[in-house]
């Protein structure tokens, strides 16, 4: 299963992109993506290399691809798409209409109204989201709960080490701005050389 593509962004448009990969000097290969327009109104010019997260699947005998800016928005999509009564392309309106940790959250509070608001979805549909995906997603709020965990453990080890909270708190949010995988020691390291 191809998981992402890294290529230059020839063209881009409300839902769709194309992405050109160099196999060799002399060729490459032009991929047509699908996306939702929360991917569209992050891609980068057209011209620079872009990273997109991509499911491939057949829709009616054709094979489609679909892009993602992140792998939270594909992850949300795989899992949409598995539902009865959500095929891709309602999964991609969903994720146009709002963000992963958007349609997360309305899923976990039970907003209806707000997942009934994007066109397509409905009272009825949205309900049967809640219903069917209401503490069944865990993934991503687990991997936002590490992330902030690492970043706290940071925090504390910097403060420790005679950094007022709130300057540790900065140096820390510097430091995961610009690289997100990173260990609670890797953090700590830059952090303070950056400092000094």
């Given at each position: 299963?191809?998981?992402s593509?890294?290529?230059?962004?020839?063209s881009?448009?409300?839902f769709?992109?194309v992405?050109?990969?160099?196999?060799?000097?002399?060729?490459?290969?032009d991929?047509?993506?699908?996306?939702?327009?929360?991917t569209?109104?992050?891609?980068?010019?057209?011209?620079?290399i872009?990273?997109l997260?991509i499911?491939p699947?057949?829709?009616?005998?054709?094979?489609?691809f679909?892009?993602?800016k992140?792998?939270e928005?594909?992850?949300?999509f795989t899992?949409?798409i598995?539902?009865?009564?959500?095929?891709?392309s309602?999964?991609i309106?969903l994720?146009?209409g709002?963000t992963?940790?958007?349609?997360l959250?309305?899923?976990?509070?039970e907003?209806?109204?707000?997942?009934?608001?994007?066109?397509g979805?409905?009272?009825?549909?949205?309900?049967r989201?809640?219903?069917e995906?209401?503490?069944?997603?865990?993934?991503?709020?687990?991997?936002?709960?590490?992330?902030k965990?690492?970043e706290?453990?940071?925090?504390?080890a910097l403060?420790?080490l005679?950094?007022?909270?709130k300057?540790?708190?900065?140096?820390v949010?510097?430091?995961?701005?610009?690289s997100?995988?990173?260990?609670?020691?890797?953090?700590?390291?830059?952090?303070?050389?950056?400092?000094?």
């Amino acid at each position: 299963m191809l998981y992402s593509i890294r290529g230059r962004l020839i063209s881009k448009k409300p839902f769709s992109c194309v992405l050109r990969v160099n196999l060799t000097e002399d060729s490459s290969i032009d991929f047509e993506l699908t996306i939702p327009l929360s991917t569209f109104e992050r891609l980068k010019k057209e011209g620079e290399i872009e990273l997109l997260y991509i499911y491939p699947t057949v829709v009616k005998g054709e094979l489609i691809f679909y892009g993602f800016k992140t792998e939270e928005d594909r992850l949300l999509f795989t899992r949409l798409i598995k539902l009865i009564g959500i095929g891709p392309s309602l999964a991609i309106r969903l994720l146009s209409g709002m963000t992963a940790e958007e349609i997360l959250a309305a899923i976990s509070n039970e907003d209806v109204k707000a997942l009934a608001g994007i066109k397509g979805v409905g009272k009825k549909r949205a309900e049967r989201l809640i219903f069917e995906l209401k503490g069944k997603i865990p993934e991503i709020g687990e991997e936002e709960k590490i992330s902030k965990n690492i970043e706290d453990q940071a925090v504390e080890a910097l403060v420790a080490l005679g950094l007022k909270p709130k300057e540790a708190e900065s140096a820390v949010k510097k430091v995961v701005v610009t690289s997100k995988e990173l260990s609670v020691e890797e953090i700590i390291k830059t952090a303070l050389s950056q400092i000094k």
